[in-house]
């Protein structure tokens, strides 16, 4: 990535010593090339980066999540502040990707601020473990729960076939990579699209719910509190539940460079997106307590559509359609924010250059799209996916805090660089407590998996060194490198985008 020069105003000599690494991050993706330049956009406002939030946040959480915190915070009173807390714990980080965001524009999210905070081998790390390990795993389960909730009016009376279910599921996710391949701004109207139809099927059951309450559904609210549960395990296994429903809240920060007017936008959108989120979750699990008991909540594992049967009539056939559509609207959110860390990666030199090409006339990320959608469908295609998402915890988190300490190095190495928001230090440090709480418990519950997810981390650092590293490799393999490539441009309409510079 090029870096841009610290010029004084008005041709006066600046008198501050400006260092290499603002130098990198001062201004960085605030340029506007003229319209005739391949480049990305920008063109996401206020309603698409709230909705790519929004919708990125409420995917499957809300459906699967409810029995999890109730089952181990005991009582109705305690799994509802739960819900608020880990709304809260999710707020105060996004106000530090808020700062991060508006610190450094460039595109990459957690990736950027990691790489230009602690180095090349850190970044590399973060899309080792981000990007080729935790997000195609997530995205190729979620791709599969959409199969199975589309099947699912197919064959009402039985589960549905194996093959069924991946199939659906491989074709969903290649519609959504298409539409993001054809234009920014068609992703961007189908996030809206979703986003509303999702809060819509919510808005259904909060409505039925507060029926429910008003026809004498308030009995499982008294004595809320009785029976909370006093273990630290249980509470901590109730916040990891609540924070997997909120994750997604850093959507934006993957695309910063494609946010118009990012000072008000990317702020604003994350402040109103977690307010309509953590509203929602609430209200909608008010509204299954209202009409199921807290221990048909539990026992059942589709709680929307066991609700929807019980209030809804025959217009529950619908449900399960509603739920694959929020779980598409995720879906959305999650392809534009990796194929935006590949496409920075390659522009980086951590990845082939091929990632960092831009369709000529559609102005997307097509290659970079592409290898996601190959990824997360080879992962679909596997016998199971749940042994990857054993090591979800230790990597989100344990990559969320390292990003969100980049607060605090940025602070003390570049102290005097413009910040539009500078947020109290003590929300960086109570959110990496935080993070740092989180993984500490993972590490006394699942030691296993913890050191697995440390090992395929270290797995990282020998590829780096073979494939980034090292820059002068045998001409046959820059050759090779240099056919593909060329091959691809081709097939694909795809070239450099303007001001790029090649850094391997």
């Known amino acids: 990535m090029s870096s841009n020069t610290s010029e004084a105003q008005d041709g006066e000599p600046s008198t501050t010593e400006v260092t290499p690494l603002a130098k990198e991050m001062e201004g960085s993706g605030d340029q506007n090339p003229s319209t005739d330049q391949v480049y990305l956009k920008r063109q996401l406002g206020l309603l698409s980066c709230t909705s790519y939030i929004v919708g990125g946040i409420i995917g499957t959480g809300i459906f699967v999540s409810p029995k999890g915190i109730l089952r181990e915070s005991g009582s109705v009173g305690l799994a509802l502040v739960l819900w608020a807390v880990s709304g809260v714990i999710s707020f105060l980080g996004a106000l530090c990707f808020a700062e991060l965001g508006l610190t450094i524009r460039s595109s990459g999210g957690s990736y950027t601020y990691v790489k230009k905070a602690y180095g090349d081998l850190a970044g590399f790390i973060f899309i080792w473990l981000e990007q080729f390990v935790r997000q195609p795993a997530s995205q190729a389960l979620r791709a599969l729960a959409v199969g199975h909730y589309l099947a699912q009016p197919i064959y009402p009376t039985c589960v549905p076939p194996y093959f069924a279910t991946r199939l659906i599921g491989a074709v969903v996710f290649c519609l959504i990579t298409l539409i993001n391949c054809v234009r920014v701004s068609w992703g961007s109207m189908f996030q809206?699209?979703?986003?509303?139809?999702?809060?819509?099927?919510?808005?259904?059951?909060?409505?039925?719910?507060?029926?429910?309450?008003?026809?004498?559904?308030?009995?499982?609210?008294?004595?809320?509190?009785?029976?909370?549960?006093?273990?630290?395990?249980?509470?901590?296994?109730?916040?990891?539940?609540?924070?997997?429903?909120?994750?997604?809240?850093?959507?934006?920060?993957?695309?910063?460079?494609?946010?118009?007017?990012?000072?008000?936008?990317?702020?604003?959108?994350?402040?109103?997106?977690?307010?309509?989120?953590?509203?929602?979750?609430?209200?909608?699990?008010?509204?299954?307590?209202?009409?199921?008991?807290?221990?048909?909540?539990?026992?059942?594992?589709?709680?929307?559509?066991?609700?929807?049967?019980?209030?809804?009539?025959?217009?529950?056939?619908?449900?399960?359609?509603?739920?694959?559509?929020?779980?598409?609207?995720?879906?959305?959110?999650?392809?534009?924010?990796?194929?935006?860390?590949?496409?920075?990666?390659?522009?980086?030199?951590?990845?082939?250059?091929?990632?960092?090409?831009?369709?000529?006339?559609?102005?997307?990320?097509?290659?970079?799209?592409?290898?996601?959608?190959?990824?997360?469908?080879?992962?679909?295609?596997?016998?199971?996916?749940?042994?990857?998402?054993?090591?979800?915890?230790?990597?989100?988190?344990?990559?969320?805090?390292?990003?969100?300490?980049?607060?605090?190095?940025?602070?003390?190495?570049?102290?005097?660089?413009?910040?539009?928001?500078?947020?109290?230090?003590?929300?960086?440090?109570?959110?990496?407590?935080?993070?740092?709480?989180?993984?500490?418990?993972?590490?006394?519950?699942?030691?296993?998996?913890?050191?697995?997810?440390?090992?395929?981390?270290?797995?990282?650092?020998?590829?780096?060194?073979?494939?980034?590293?090292?820059?002068?490799?045998?001409?046959?393999?820059?050759?090779?490198?240099?056919?593909?490539?060329?091959?691809c441009q081709k097939l694909l309409m795809c070239v450099l985008p303007d001001g790029f510079i090649d850094s391997v």
């Not at 046959?476 to 060329?486: G, L, N, P, R, S």
């Open 192 to 487: 809206v699209v979703t986003t509303l139809g999702k809060l819509l099927a919510l808005g259904t059951i909060v409505c039925a719910g507060m029926y429910a309450l008003s026809q004498g559904g308030t009995k499982r609210f008294e004595n809320s509190f009785e029976g909370s549960t006093s273990s630290v395990g249980g509470l901590v296994m109730s916040i990891y539940y609540g924070l997997y429903a909120y994750a997604g809240w850093e959507n934006m920060n993957y695309a910063t460079e494609e946010i118009k007017n990012v000072k008000r936008t990317l702020p604003y959108s994350i402040v109103i997106g977690l307010v309509i989120v953590t509203l929602t979750y609430i209200l909608v699990n008010v509204s299954y307590l209202a009409v199921l008991s807290p221990e048909e909540l539990i026992s059942v594992d589709a709680v929307a559509v066991t609700f929807s049967q019980r209030m809804l009539g025959a217009a529950h056939y619908l449900m399960p359609v509603c739920v694959a559509i929020s779980i598409i609207g995720s879906l959305n959110a999650s392809i534009l924010g990796c194929s935006r860390v590949y496409y920075v990666g390659a522009r980086e030199g951590h990845l082939p250059t091929l990632l960092s090409m831009l369709h000529i006339k559609r102005l997307t990320p097509v290659p970079a799209l592409l290898l996601n959608c190959a990824l997360t469908i080879a992962l679909l295609c596997a016998p199971s996916l749940t042994s990857l998402l054993d090591y979800y915890v230790l990597i989100r988190w344990g990559l969320l805090s390292i990003a969100t300490s980049t607060i605090l190095y940025f602070r003390w190495k570049l102290p005097d660089i413009p910040r539009p928001l500078k947020i109290p230090l003590v929300i960086p440090i109570t959110f990496l407590i935080a993070c740092a709480f989180l993984v500490g418990v993972a590490f006394y519950r699942e030691p296993i998996n913890c050191l697995i997810s440390i090992g395929i981390g270290a797995i990282g650092i020998p590829v780096y060194l073979i494939l980034v590293a090292v820059k002068k490799k045998p001409q046959i393999i820059y050759k090779a490198i240099d056919t593909v490539t060329v091959f």
